[in-house]
């Protein structure tokens, strides 16, 4: 009788416990949540807002006397067809992706090599020119087109695609040439040591055994190389002036506002198309990207 | 120095080929005091060669449509593979100078508002011939066209057409505050202190957007401010003139318009214009094409021009246009049918007319009889069929000059009126302004 | 013996130097690509820059007469550009603390195990993820001074009185400007201190904790030096992006209302390509490089240092 009183207490105990807990628990979602609400406001307004225009129809986006964050008129996916079928915007996602899967690839191409030997052969001198690379990356593009222009011109690549995948590494290899080198510092030499032994060679023992192991690393500088170019700008407006080749910033801002004539909807739907899938991919991967930002500082 | 050589060495090949074989063509030409492509079939050389075509996104998109057709349909007659590219308005000079940079790129290039001739003219072609051929074909040029296109007495750019900004005004509003119809700036300050107080306040940007340096010059031309002497070479504005064209521009703006006007990009007037606030604007026909079918009501109760003019002023009336030209580059390895096109687009100014709805003005005298195509059957840019004898372009009296484009594009006089608006005292403002003005004249002395 | 000794020394030397022979010939073969391409699409043309600086360059004239520093002293003789100058500085300097204060809050919140973690952190990076201009573009939609949608909201919510003109107002216009910025930067300088709010040992906090170290004294003597390094890289990497970007400024005000938010990179195209003045306009993009470069190169230096303690 005791022993059982006992075990229900004991058993009513834990399940205060468990309840306290859980309730511990929930007020601390609850203060997480709370405290996110501003950040997301702030984060997601805008984009809130852009998506919404992206849904509207002209007549209900200039109307100055409705609330304007919801619909007064049904939502119209008009904007997103217009892109398609009155804009090179097919062309211009193909392009874009392919941009920065090239750009990525130089980048790597060079960047592991590059901050391989930068970290782990002590190669005297190693950390200034790892500097004078991270340098490059100083230099404004708007001091740097103009002269560029001729380099891109002696290449005949220019008006096509490929122009930019020839100068985006321009920022990116300077970039991601640093954060691998740092993280490749991370790396035990001793695995490489073993590869060595093992009569793998130099560069086998880079191959298989410290390239598996960077792999955050190396991931983090493909999300850098990618949003780089994204980002840019100017280079494109310069050197592609052909429609069918343009990356998606430069085509939407520069196809969908006519004149004094802005296409808002289609200009948001251009962007969001592009905006919100990599913004997808970055929460699959955002971890790896943290600990390849980590080694890639500190180590 | 070295680049230089460099270029040359690059492109002698190719020039001396063209020359060589330009030389023929040219030779059997000048017997007949007629260009090869004006005999009508295209000359052999220029077959199957292709000519790439830069130019703006135009206001009136449709034109766009258009002109991209008339290129192609031009290209299919002459065996030329022809290709436009449009790029906005404010992309134009950075495209250009790289294009510069690279040698490479298009044949033939737009300048657009932001006139640079006489920075580009030793990289453009001279195409005098054309020029001087049109000009006899289309009754002469408008004095303003020299101005834009002429370098030391060549011709280094076709001048394509101008955007003429009339005063857009609301003959409604107008009626309705028994205000008469305006005839000078005076009038329109009055109607705008009276639209005011109802939430119907005039607008011209005081900001830095183009609209801003072409409205406001459009004001002081008209008291008498005059940017240079008639070289281009000494800045003539700090005047009496001017002290009056501020305190009368800053009356308006206290009396008649917001200070959103501050914030004013190209496109906020036409917005204020077509959401049926303002009073008036004075901006591009476009602003109101935009509301011809959605909004036909207030399209009709929109005026355009005052007295088929701009509004007078103490020294008269001046219109202050947007000029566009076509250059064609020296590094073109196609510069025969580059020539071709421009003397015969040059010559098509019907084309330019109808397809852009009366938007593209001509710089030809004989398209100004009466009526117009295009704008003569419109019974509102109708109005428009004078235009020629107020178009001006910034640098007045004298040409287009770098220095007079880098105060352009440095947006001086907005911010010296902006200046003087927000409460600094008018001296200090046009001290302010002065400085700059002669800083940047002086830079282009040496 | 001896002899023995020193022989199989001396070849341990030998083949110990050949080794290092042939790592640093491996060493440098690795590093040319890298190296070479930097040279070549930066190096040579930012010599030719340099160069354009020192001399009368038009962009219709682009190979011109050396003029020395005549480029350098006119442009410090023009009030906008010091303008500018200061501008930049400032502007990078607010929007670099607004990001770190913000960042590192978010960062605290989005380390915490929460249900829809990740949902979350897709959310908050879009602005991050978002071609800058074309976000800028709906940024200046937003703040139009007739159809504002801030400003609705705001005047409905009783925030603001009136109808602030956000691109219009020398006051309000930087600091539209500055809050793009910051929107835009706001998630990366997240991201960047979550990675270092991950190198914390948690050991380290719970041994702290134990030792009765307050929340503060955890953070000031704990949290903040291991986390320092990782928020100067990121700092750096958003601050050359900042100090290069014209996109905002120029989309949202093209340096506008009276210069009042002309930075040196919008100063610079505004000169160097618009008006024509290439000599001057490469000077104007030079002019924070003196101030960078030396900055970075202790920054990084510093950084790497570390890793021997």
Known sequence: MNGVEALGRRAALLEEGARRAQARALRRYVLVYLGLVPFLFIAVFPVFWMAITAFKTDADLVNPRVFPFWFHQ??????????????????????????????????????????????????????????????????????????????????????TRWALVLVYPTFTVPYCTWLLSGFFKTVPPEIEEAALVDGCGRVGALVRTVLPVSLAGILTAVIFAFTLTMQDFLYSLVYVSVSDQKPVPLGVATDLIRGDVYFWGSLMAGALLVGVPVAILYSFFLDQFISGITSAAVK | MAQQAKDGCGRRLTRRQFLTAAGAGAAGAAALKLAPWEAGAAPAQIRGTSLRILTWSHFVPAYDTAFDKYAADWGQKNGVTVRVDHIPIDQLPARIASELAAGAGHDIFQMNGQIQTT????????????????????????PMAKNVAVVGGHWYALPEFYIPQPVLWRTDLFKEYGLKVPSTWDDLRAAAKVGKPKSHAAGMAISHCNDANHNWRAVFYAFGVKEADPTGKEPAWDSKELREAMRWSKALWSEGMTSEVFSWDNVSDNRSLDSGVAIWIHDAISAIRSIQDSNPTLYNNVNIAIDGLEPRGPAG?????????????????????????????????KFSLVESKGYNMPYLKKWYTKPMPSLGDDPKVKLLQDWDKVAYVFGY?????????????????????????RGEDLESAIKWGMGQIKSIYAKYKS | MADAELAVGRRVGVRHRAFTRERLVFGYSLLVPAILYMALLVGVPFFFSLYLALSDASVGNQVAQYVGLRNFIAIFQDSTVRLALRNTIVFTVIAGIFKIVLGTLMAFLLVQEIPGKKFIRSLVVLPWTLPVAISALAWKWMFDPQFSAINYVATRLHLIHGWPNWLGEPGLAPAAVIAVNVWRGFPFAAIVLMAGMSAVPPELLDAAKVDGATFFLRYQHIVIPLIAPILFVGLLFDTVFTLSDISIVYLLTMGGPENFTEILPTRAFEIGIQAGALGRGAAIALVLFPILVPVVYFLLRNLRRREAL
Request: hydrophobic fraction near 50%; proline fraction near 6%; charged fraction near 15%.
């Open chain 1, 74 to 159: 049904h939502p119209t996916l008009g904007h997103f067809t217009y892109l398609f079928q009155h804009t090179y915007y097919g062309d211009w996602i193909v392009n874009t992706m392919l941009i920065a899967a090239c750009v990525s690839l130089v980048t790597l191409l060079l960047g592991v090599p590059g901050g391989y030997a930068l970290a782990r052969l002590g190669l005297p001198g190693a950390e200034n020119m790892g500097i004078a690379i991270f340098l490059g990356y100083l230099i404004p593009p708007i001091l740097l087109f103009i002269p560029l222009s001729r380099v891109v011109a002696l290449t005949h690549l220019i008006d």
């Open chain 2, 119 to 142: 920075l580009y003219y030793k990289n453009m072609v001279d195409v005098s011939d054309i020029c001087d051929r049109l000009g006899k074909q289309g009754g002469g040029w408008i």
């Open chain 2, 317 to 349: 009336r001046f219109a202050v246009v947007d000029p566009t030209i076509l250059g064609i580059w020296k590094f073109s390895k196609n510069q025969a049918a580059a020539k071709a096109f421009l003397e015969e687009y040059g010559g098509d100014v």
């Open chain 2, 397 to 421: 009296p004298g040409p287009a000059t770098a220095a007079a484009s880098e105060v352009l594009s440095t947006f001086v006089l907005p911010d010296m009126l902006a200046r003087y608006c």
